[in-house]
């Protein structure tokens, strides 16, 4: 089994707001491959439904505990279902990618991003694959970075994000049913 982790804030506060790009990308995931719907598992700190993607049967998560403490749900997780490191993927928001754009790759550093320094604090590593969901401001953002990505998405920014979640369900079903490689090559 495999986990695919969305990043994002729960509640309805957060919905819209682009640090929820991940959590919205997982929705269009789990409607794109019809996954079971969601279902809340207090044990876990996530929202959790089960599915196949290229075969391959998939558990898709949307942590419950709020992005800083993202890496608690996902380690619970991976610990009770003993999924490996290199059976992880999460899908975030990257404030320094255009919106439109998707990056994928196979390791790294937060990056100042605190659902992904949550997550490699839990596991003790940043060994594992990540895709990266563009939100950096369209017009110049004179604010504090938090208050950006907790805002809420603008009528534009809505429409370039629907270009991500158009290739998302693909990206993810290359690098399932190719390699990290293959979908790095045809996504990025």
Do not use: C, W
């Not at 949307?62 to 279902?81: D, E």
């Amino acid at each position: 089994m495999k986990l695919l982790v969305g990043l994002g804030n729960p509640g309805k506060k957060y919905k819209n707001t682009r640090h929820n790009a991940g959590f919205i990308g997982i929705d269009k995931i789990s409607a794109y491959f019809d996954f079971d719907g969601f279902k809340k598992s207090e044990k876990h700190f996530a929202e959790l439904a089960e599915g196949k993607i290229a075969g391959k049967k998939m558990l898709i998560i949307k942590p419950q505990t709020f992005m800083n403490l993202s890496g608690q749900a996902v380690r619970s997780i991976m610990q009770f279902y003993k999924i490996p490191i290199e059976d992880l993927i999460v899908i975030s928001d990257d404030v320094t990618l255009p919106y439109g754009k998707l990056r994928i790759r196979n390791s790294g550093s937060a990056g100042g991003h605190n659902g992904l320094k949550s997550i490699i604090q839990e596991l003790g590593t940043e060994e594992f694959i990540r895709v990266k969901l563009g939100i950096h401001p369209i017009t110049l953002f004179l604010g504090k970075l938090e208050d950006y990505v907790l805002g809420e998405f603008t009528d534009e920014e809505t429409s370039l994000m629907g270009d991500n979640m158009k290739i998302l369900p693909k990206a993810i079903e290359t690098l399932l049913k190719e390699n990290i490689e293959e979908a790095m090559q045809k996504y990025n």
